[in-house]
């Protein structure tokens, strides 16, 4: 299983959701699907965008743990 954390990554650079959607380019809607971890994909030029935003890598924003 894939875990999002960006709420993590947003609270570490005490930034909002909507300024990042804002920077990012995307609706306020979708970064919260994928906030969520309710997002099926996400694509690399989006996670790009995000981690040049958060000053982070794909790995302090997604973990993977194996299910139970």
Not at 25 to 34: E, F, K, Q, V
Not at 37 to 59: E, M, N, Q, V, Y
Request: charged share 30%.
């Amino acid at each position: 299983m894939i875990i999002v954390n960006l709420d993590v990554m947003l609270a570490k650079r005490k930034m909002q959701l909507s300024e990042l959607a804002e920077k990012v380019g995307i609706t306020i809607a979708n970064l919260s699907i994928l906030k969520t971890s309710k997002a099926k994909a996400i694509r690399f030029s989006t996670l790009d965008a995000i981690c040049k935003h958060l000053d982070c890598t794909p790995g302090d924003i997604l973990e993977y743990r194996k299910e139970e």
